[in-house]
């Protein structure tokens, strides 16, 4: 029996639900009372069991973590799988070649066996869940410090997986919940035959690409197909000829109904990170220092990704993926960073703080219990804003900057093992089972690429940050090439192992020390430069006057919506199709067509061409039962649902259980919504499904697929 979840915190919930229906991300299997009454006042038909059960297939069933990453859904009773086409966009482009290009022709399987295995990618179906605070916070009391706590915690919840996971092949963890006050213990099972069955071309796929993410309006077909395949007994299995396709407990019809303002929409998915509770001084650490910092130095390197991708179609194919990674959170970080000034929110959360102390100050209890604790952020936050730029350039201009220096990370452990004598036998044992990794780096590897990106980023490594937080060698190399590292990453591409395929095979089979190549001595130096860093920065700790804030908040604000922050566990969020007003005289539709697709069509433009069998179903109006009442194909849609990265592929689903879109984007008026969210303007943007069989059935004539799917009016 699953134990009752804390029941203040229960309680808290669902008197805040109906406050505002659209913000929240609810743990979906504490839906009751008046939570479940404002959803069905919004049009869900559904009943908590049919949401959420152990007992009976429900919707959750349905819903699966995606690549650790994103979320996708089950659409067939054998196991297929929708999911946002930048989420499987790593496993297309790993299939593509210059001569398969399905990066820009798209790939659809015509029989279950040309659909194409993917080596490491998993899914996870959540399992089991419990509430264990008390067994966590056991040993625990007010009086430790935050490192005491910390173990106590770490070595109770150790134990408990342990116990919990015993010997069945399935993932357990613990996660923590409002800044540590809870602990849940989720339970997943996780399959690992994982196949490719479909995705449109890149035009249709990708269409937009940078210069429409993260805004509205979109006319985005952003879908992927896999399946989902089992051991012959309907277990778990790593890919094998003998698995066949998943018998879903629970998969979602499609409706073809459509979508108008105010129908009731609910997206289950795996939300993966928010901070809504924080201080004031997090926020402003986010304005002033780690989102600039990530924004320069991803757009130095989406300089370089650029230069050479325009000029070869190989290259293109190789880093599309990759380009398109590093692109998402750079153009993020710039829209956070413009809508938390322009939405003030430093100042609502000073305010909020000056409301904290107030109420603090009206009870001696209150004042014993919580006093200190802005001194304390302060404190913290004042010591934080000296390492965080210098912590994000190690990172990102650092050993995640050029290719070949993060590829030599993968080795620290296998140099280790050598110069500290470890037996031969190990050594090539390691070496050996590093063979395939180092197969599928090269596959993907451009040097030319590659030595622009590392001069580039280190150059502006040396030029932004302070002598005294820069690694030695970084300094030294620097200082000697008058902040120009051009000479230096060439000479060492010339000699390392690490950009070179067949110095690396050679190795390979010959393991000896790395300290004198070159890239591997310039990575261990930043390495150790960081850690150093982090270790200077993590001095003070911020996490007790986390922890005693949520808590007072909660109790001072009996009258607000307390859901937990995202943290990639399963969430229902719920709203409703509607327009969107951002700025006086400023009125977006809630939709967007076809037509609106060919108005911003550029041929041979990367980001806005579009496949000719597309313009040709346009030109002849040719949209079948997918056309709206005005004759039109709907493209996208946008509601009033909350949801933050993670959610990328979750089903909006309408109030009868069925599947209506596919959430892929927020809006650029509320990328500050992560932090702090904004009723007025925040909106999910949505594939509408009919646009999705549209291209399935018209475009790609994939009847095998269209015979699958139980497709309702």
Not at 79 to 84: A, C, M, S
Not at 180 to 208: E, H, S, T
Not at 461 to 466: A, E, K, L, P, T
Not at 534 to 543: D, H, K, L, P, Y
Request: proline share 3%; glycine share 8%.
């Amino acid at each position: 029996m699953i134990k009752k979840i804390n029941l203040l915190c229960i309680a808290l919930m669902m008197l805040f639900m109906g406050a505002r229906a659209d913000e929240g991300m609810w743990l979906p299997y504490s839906i009751n009372g008046k939570s479940l009454a404002e959803m069905q006042r919004l049009g869900c038909k559904l009943t908590a069991e049919q949401i959420f059960s152990f007992n009976q297939p429900s919707l959750k069933d349905a819903i699966v973590q995606f690549g650790g990453g994103c979320t996708g859904e089950l659409i067939s009773a054998e196991g297929l799988l929708l999911t946002n086409h930048h989420c499987g966009l790593g496993q297309v482009q790993a299939h593509s070649s210059v001569e398969h290009d399905y990066l820009q022709e798209g790939f659809w399987a015509r029989s279950k066996d040309q659909e194409l295995p993917n080596e490491g990618l998993t899914v996870s179906f959540l399992n089991y869940i419990e509430d264990v605070t008390s067994i966590v916070l056991k040993g625990v009391t007010d009086n430790m410090s935050e490192q005491e706590r910390a173990e106590v915690i770490e070595r109770n919840g150790k134990k408990l997986i342990e116990e919990r996971k015993g010997k069945r092949d399935v993932e357990v963890e613990i996660v923590p919940f409002y800044h540590d006050n809870q602990f849940i213990l989720f339970v997943y099972d996780v399959y690992k035959d994982v196949r490719l069955v479909a995705c449109p071309p890149w035009g249709i796929g990708k269409f937009g690409a940078d210069t429409d993410n993260w805004t509205w309006p979109r006319h985005k077909g952003d879908f992927c197909i896999f399946r989902v395949y089992t051991a012959p007994d309907g277990s778990p299995a790593t890919y094998s000829k003998d698995n066949v396709p998943m018998k879903s407990k629970h998969f979602l019809p499609i409706s073809l109904k459509g979508v108008q303002p105010g129908d009731y929409t609910m997206i289950l998915g795996y939300p993966g990170s928010t901070d809504r509770y924080s201080s004031s001084g997090s926020v402003k650490n986010v304005i002033e220092q780690e989102g600039p910092a990530i924004v320069a130095c991803r757009t130095t390197k989406l300089e370089q990704y650029r230069k050479h991708m325009d000029a070869d179609p190989a290259v293109f194919i190789q880093y599309a993926s990759k380009q398109a990674s590093v692109s998402n959170y750079w153009k993020y970080y710039i829209g956070q960073v413009k809508q938390l000034q322009r939405n003030k929110v430093v100042e609502k959360r000073l305010a909020q703080e000056q409301d904290f102390k107030k109420w603090m100050n009206e009870n001696a209890d209150r004042k014993a219990k919580y006093d200190g604790i802005f001194e304390e952020f302060d404190n913290y936050w004042n010591h934080q804003n000296k390492y965080t730029k210098a912590l994000i350039y190690h990172r990102e201009a650092g050993w995640y900057g050029g290719e070949a220096i993060s590829f030599a990370l993968r080795f620290r452990q296998l140099n280790h093992m050598i110069e500290s004598k470890a037996s031969q036998d190990n050594i090539k044992a390691r070496a050996n089972g590093m063979k395939k990794s180092v197969q599928d780096f090269f596959k993907d590897y451009n040097q030319a690429l590659d030595r622009d990106v590392t001069i580039a980023l280190l150059n502006l490594f040396y030029q932004d940050i302070n002598a005294d937080q820069l690694p030695s060698m970084v300094k030294k190399l620097g200082d000697k090439g008058h902040g120009d590292f051009k000479a230096y990453v060439n000479k060492a591409f010339e000699k390392s192992i690490f950009v070179d395929q067949d110095k690396m095979n050679a190795w390979l089979d010959n393991p000896k020390s790395l300290a004198k190549d070159p890239i591997f001595a310039l990575m261990s130096n930043i390495v150790n430069s960081y850690i150093d860093l982090s270790e200077q920065a993590s001095s003070v700790s911020g996490s007790r006057a986390e922890r005693l804030y949520m808590q007072g908040l909660m109790e001072m604000q009996k009258d607000h919506n307390f859901y937990p922050d995202a943290n990639f566990t399963m969430r229902l969020t719920y709203g409703s199709v509607q327009d969107c007003k951002p700025a006086n005289a400023v009125t977006y539709d809630y939709i967007t067509t076809l037509d609106g697709v060919m108005e911003k069509y550029k041929p041979g433009d990367w980001e806005f061409d579009v496949p000719q069998d597309l313009i040709k179903l346009w030109e002849n109006h040719d949209y079948g039962r997918y056309a709206d009442k005005n004759g039109d194909l709907v493209v996208n849609f946008i509601t009033t649902n909350d949801i933050t990265g993670g959610n990328s592929g979750s089903p909006v689903i309408d109030g009868e259980g069925n599947l209506i879109g596919l959430a892929f984007d927020g809006n650029w008026e509320a990328m500050s919504g992560d932090i702090a969210f904004e009723n007025q303007v925040q909106r999910t943007i949505c594939m509408d499904v009919r646009y999705l069989l549209f291209i399935i059935d018209k475009m790609a004539n994939a009847q095998n697929l269209m015979q699958e799917l139980k497709i309702v009016q």
